[in-house]
């Protein structure tokens, strides 16, 4: 195996077939985009709604009525004063509307304070895109019919449906622009050198893209759901983790230029020191966000399956393509600072990281005490931690089927704007009519109607009386539940029921996932370092600094910006790529440890270590933690929730964590840290160790 990859080295980085791996890098890539291009599904209602759970059920059971094709829309008229002066004319807008679907004629209902009135409406609704071309004709139409004097707004489902659809319309390319920029920025001020940043950003541009194809066609094979959040996410996890790897493989390659006058040698060096911690690292990440295929919600699992896809394209481009692109240039590619033999490496330089870690090292214990303490008061927002949010805090700007919701509240029941449904496996009229019944005698129920029926299905719209999205809109729930169990294949859903049970199942997945991702990352990182108490420790910091970060962003996001809490998937999505991806920086840091620990011993060997790496990885964290920051350009407040946690979590745990935390719990340990492998030579604290020669290269 190992000649093996040394063949595969010297064919990447050969003075005759670099540039054969180079161009085949990009064929692959051309021809990935040109030849399979994103593959394409039409969103379904289940795709993000838990498997099993009641609501999903009931989504479900509507497919079988004959209105299974259409969604239901609410036309909101209001005035600042008496809207009665205009209800003739209203009621003959409403009459007069052609939305596509057969059936009588739409009526008018106006509210009780006379400020309002609404009409209830069935538009087409084959797919997402059918959904948004109806409502905006609708929209449109109305606001040719209505007269002055009267505002308009269209809400209810199928406006939700549309207004998202809208509101994603360019919002990737929108992403993948500010992401591309803010890579090609901090690469600048990086290298400092107007043409070597070109080299790594195309790479993982190409990379990017490829990965977006493959991973939707993999989906699309598996039969596995997406949508245009999980594009966004795995564009932001490829240029972060590929941008990453990039930046390891290029300062080892800096280095090793400056022990050897051919760039051949030295980047063939380079790629072998830092593949074994690029290809752990990836590992590590490819095996947590696998872990989403566990989840009960369909697209969570779509994006686990993609993040899996991109994070090997990643790696697979940054390990072949770049290398074999970065060799065709000569030393010229890194000006104004071009490194020459005879120049001081980066481990055994005076630097600024290494300044830190003699600092830590007088007192190691301190700092450990202090950094946790830090760490801890940043986590206290957890203690006040509330998780979802409601309808009108999903959006960073609200779209005018939210804000007619919250105008419709004003003037009719809480639950007239999206009612709670009921549906059943019967057209059994007595059936039926005792359903309407026992659920009419419930005290929160303020209405039952009588919808569609067809195909053995009837479905029954409940307007509810308490509060939307509250303790009592909850509990009215559970009574309605009660009813309906006793009658056999019924259901309720509709967005109330369908909130409850994502919130149920998150807690679930929480539950589920997060303990085996924390088992497998330590499985994975015991195998890389031959360790038992490195592997604990390394994950217990990252552990602590995703706490801080979600602690911190609890405040930031109900504190400073007004929100009622955090989505539920937010700490589940956070700690994934936290845990993964922080662990990386750890790999980076270790690794080069053992390296240099085969030499002069861990505790000199982890302050070489942070010197070495401390320049690249702070880059790196940076660059990640700003990458993460742009999902934040999307219209969804969970994706910038995300966001917010994972900049946080990576800047505390490259800053902090990496920097003091783990240099002093090791200085403190040191060969103990490795147990029970041993490292090192002969050291003040300990015998002589008889497997250095086992230690693995890293990167750096």
């Known amino acids: 195996m190992g000649a093996v990859i040394d063949r595969l080295i010297d064919t990447v980085t050969g003075r005759r077939t670099a540039w054969i791996v180079a161009l085949l890098g990009l064929l692959v890539g051309a021809g990935v985009m040109a030849g399979l291009g994103e593959a394409e599904r039409d969103p379904h209602p289940t795709d993000t709604l838990p498997v099993g759970y009641e609501s999903t059920q009931g989504v479900e059971l509507q497919e079988r009525l004959p209105t299974e094709d259409t969604a239901t829309a609410?036309?909101?008229?209001?005035?600042?004063?008496?809207i009665g002066p205009s209800v003739g004319e209203l009621e003959q807008v409403v009459e007069g509307l052609d939305t596509g679907v057969p059936g009588p004629p739409a009526f008018l209902q106006p509210s009780e304070d006379g400020t309002a009135a609404i009409s209830v409406v069935n538009v087409p609704a084959r797919t997402a895109t059918e959904v948004a071309a109806s409502v905006s004709d609708l929209r449109t139409s109305l606001r040719d019919a209505t007269p002055e004097g009267v505002d308009v707004q269209v809400t209810g489902p199928a406006a939700v449906r549309a207004d998202l659809t809208e509101v994603f319309a360019g919002a990737n390319t929108t992403l993948l622009a500010?992401?591309?920029?803010?890579?090609?920025?901090?690469?600048?001020?990086?290298?400092?050198s107007p043409t070597l940043w070109l080299v790594p950003l195309t790479?993982?541009?190409?990379?990017?893209?490829?990965?977006?194809?493959?991973?939707?066609?993999?989906?699309?094979?598996?039969?596995?759901?997406?949508?245009?959040?999980?594009?966004?996410i795995l564009s932001v996890l490829v240029f972060g983790a590929g941008t990453n790897y990039a930046l390891l493989l290029i300062s080892r390659y800096r280095d090793e230029l400056r022990t050897d006058e051919d760039r051949h040698r030295a980047m063939a060096r380079a790629l072998r020191r830092t593949s074994e911690a690029v290809?752990?690292?990836?590992?590590?990440?490819?095996?947590?966000?696998?872990?989403?295929?566990?989840?009960?919600?369909?697209?969570t699992r779509g994006l686990g399956l993609a993040s899996a896809v991109g994070i090997i394209v990643a790696a697979a481009f940054v390990l072949l393509m770049l290398p074999a692109a970065l060799v065709l240039f000569g030393r010229?590619?890194?000006?104004?600072?071009?490194?020459?033999?005879?120049?001081?490496?980066?481990?055994?330089?005076?630097?600024?990281?290494?300044?830190?870690?003699?600092?830590?090292?007088?007192?190691?214990?301190?700092?450990?005490?202090?950094?946790?303490?830090?760490?801890?008061?940043?986590?206290?927002?957890?203690?006040?931690l509330q998780l979802g949010l409601p309808a009108s805090e999903q959006f960073t700007e609200k779209p005018e089927a939210i804000v007619a919701a919250e105008r419709l509240a004003e003037s009719f029941p809480e639950g007239a704007a999206d009612p709670t449904v009921v549906v059943t496996a019967t057209e059994d009229e007595a059936t039926v009519e005792q359903l309407i019944t026992d659920l009419e005698a419930l005290e929160p129920v303020g209405s039952v109607s009588l919808g569609a029926q067809g195909g053995g299905v009837t479905q029954l719209s409940l307007v509810l009386t308490t509060p939307a999205e509250s303790a009592e809109a909850r509990a009215a729930l559970d009574e309605v539940r009660t009813v309906t169990t006793d009658v056999p294949e019924t259901y309720v859903t509709g967005t109330a029921a369908e909130a409850a049970d994502a919130s149920d199942a998150s807690s679930?997945?929480?539950?589920?996932?997060?303990?085996?991702?924390?088992?497998?990352?330590?499985?994975?990182?015991?195998?890389?370092?031959?360790?038992?108490?490195?592997?604990?420790?390394?994950?217990?910091?990252?552990?602590?600094?995703?706490?801080?970060?979600?602690?911190?962003?609890?405040?930031?996001?109900?504190?400073?910006?007004?929100?009622?809490?955090?989505?539920?998937?937010?700490?589940?999505?956070?700690?994934?790529?936290?845990?993964?991806?922080?662990?990386?920086?750890n790999i980076f840091l270790i690794t080069r440890t053992l390296e240099e620990a085969g030499h002069v011993g861990s505790r000199e060997g982890v302050l070489r270590a942070l010197s070495?790496?401390?320049?690249?990885?702070?880059?790196?964290?940076?660059?990640?933690?700003?990458?993460?920051?742009?999902?934040?350009?999307?219209?969804?407040?969970?994706?910038?929730?995300?966001?917010?946690?994972?900049?946080?979590?990576?800047?505390?745990?490259?800053?902090?964590?990496?920097?003091?935390?783990?240099?002093?719990?090791?200085?403190?340990?040191?060969?103990?840290?490795w147990w029970p492998r041993r490292v090192g030579p002969q050291e003040p604290d300990g015998p002589a160790r008889s497997d250095v020669d086992r230690v693995p290269a890293s990167a750096g």
């Open 203 to 232: 790479v993982v541009a190409i990379a990017d893209r490829t990965a977006a194809i493959l991973a939707t066609q993999v989906l699309a094979l598996f039969g596995v759901p997406w949508d245009e959040s999980t594009i966004g």
């Open 508 to 585: 679930r997945d929480r539950l589920v996932i997060l303990p085996i991702i924390l088992i497998l990352v330590l499985l994975a990182l015991a195998a890389i370092l031959r360790s038992v108490v490195a592997p604990v420790i390394l994950v217990a910091s990252v552990i602590a600094s995703f706490c801080a970060a979600l602690g911190v962003s609890w405040w930031l996001f109900t504190g400073l910006l007004g929100f009622s809490g955090l989505e539920a998937i937010v700490p589940l999505y956070s700690f994934l790529f936290l845990v993964a991806l922080g662990v990386d920086y």
């Open 74 to 82: 609410i036309i909101l008229f209001s005035a600042d004063s008496e």
């Open 279 to 299: 290809l752990a690292s990836a590992a590590t990440v490819v095996v947590g966000v696998l872990t989403l295929l566990l989840s009960v919600f369909p697209n």
């Open 612 to 673: 070495a790496t401390g320049g690249v990885i702070t880059s790196a964290g940076i660059l990640l933690a700003a990458v993460f920051a742009v999902l934040g350009v999307l219209p969804l407040v969970v994706l910038a929730q995300v966001g917010a946690v994972i900049c946080i979590g990576v800047l505390l745990d490259t800053l902090l964590v990496r920097t003091i935390l783990v240099p002093a719990i090791v200085l403190t340990l040191g060969e103990r840290f």
């Open 332 to 384: 010229w590619i890194f000006w104004p600072k071009v490194p020459r033999v005879g120049e001081e490496s980066q481990a055994g330089r005076r630097s600024a990281w290494r300044r830190i870690g003699d600092q830590v090292a007088v007192r190691p214990r301190t700092f450990i005490v202090g950094t946790l303490t830090l760490l801890a008061a940043m986590a206290f927002g957890l203690t006040q």
């Open 178 to 192: 500010f992401t591309a920029s803010v890579v090609a920025l901090l690469l600048l001020v990086t290298y400092r």
